[in-house]
């Protein structure tokens, strides 16, 4: 049996498999990336994972008043983007009161106004990243606290290594409420290459090249490890940090985008079979 396993476990680290977690074993539930015969039919998948994302939003407490945005390109014009609707709570947002906006933050579909910040950050990185489908924003309490820090995450634990060298902090514009597109047009730039960034006296932002599911989950992780940095520093004892090749190693196979993806499922499923009105 263990001969059995280990074989397994080479064949699923082998270049070409998605991730080392997909099953070998035929005839078992797995998640599978869906595709679509229609842009139509895709970008009904996406608006119904992007309201799923504001929902586990509100599931999660990320709620501010008005702030926060999450938006996802469209499949078929992509120089528009789908997002929540200005001054509508994240666990209110359904596919009927979505809206789709262009890049100069002017309002295409949907029935209410744009969040004036969500625009000016969002659509610059979308505007410059053509390969980024989605991104995510909101003022929680943990990472707005840690990134009035100032400094990137350490490696302390394999949550955190998933962001191991995959985050920047941006210091432009710092603290400063981007109403003005120039804020838009200096953070933009640190989006190369990474899916994560810590905007100092801010908060935090997310993008992903894969899906709304990614970018919705890593930035629920990356909340949730920037409030455990700070419990550990709170004890005043200095962590054990993960050896960078560890951290590197951790990243590649817990840090992708796929895993992002794949660990917002059952998030989805949950919220779809409890809060069915999200379809209305």
């Known amino acids: 049996m263990l001969d059995t396993l280990e074989q397994d476990h080479a064949a699923q680290a082998r270049p070409g498999n998605t991730s080392i977690y997909q099953p070998k074993q035929t005839g078992l539930i797995y998640p599978e990336i869906p595709t679509f015969a229609t842009h139509a039919e895709e970008r009904q998948h996406r608006k119904e994972r992007l309201v799923a994302s504001c929902r586990a939003f509100a599931m999660h407490g990320f709620d501010y008043g008005f702030a926060g945005h999450l938006t996802v390109r469209d499949p078929e014009f992509p120089e528009m983007y789908w997002t929540n609707p200005m001054c509508v709570h994240f666990s209110q947002v359904k596919v009927s009161n979505l809206i789709l906006a262009d890049h100069k933050g002017r309002v295409v579909e949907g029935r209410h106004a744009i969040n004036r910040a969500g625009f000016v950050l969002h659509a610059a990185v979308h505007e410059a990243h053509p390969d980024i489908i989605s991104m995510c924003h909101a003022h929680t309490v943990y990472g707005t606290a840690f990134a009035a820090l100032g400094r990137p995450l350490d490696p302390i634990s394999q949550d955190a290594a998933a962001f191991f060298e995959d985050h920047v902090v941006i210091r432009d514009e710092a603290g400063q409420v981007a109403v003005e597109e120039q804020a838009g047009l200096s953070v933009c730039d ?11 006296n801010h908060g935090l932002l997310t993008a992903s090249r894969h899906s709304i599911e990614a970018a919705a989950f890593w930035f629920i992780a990356l ?12 004890t005043g004892i200095k962590p054990i ?16 985008e796929y895993i992002g993806w794949l660990h917002f499922q059952p998030i989805y499923e949950q919220i779809a079979q409890t809060q069915p009105d999200m379809f209305d």
């Open 190 to 200: 640190s989006f190369k290459g990474v899916k994560a960034a810590i905007h100092q």
């Open 223 to 234: 909340e949730r490890c920037c409030k455990q940095q700070l419990l550990i520093e709170a």
């Open 241 to 256: 940090m993960v050896q960078p090749d560890r951290a590197r190693y951790s990243r590649e196979h817990v840090g992708s």
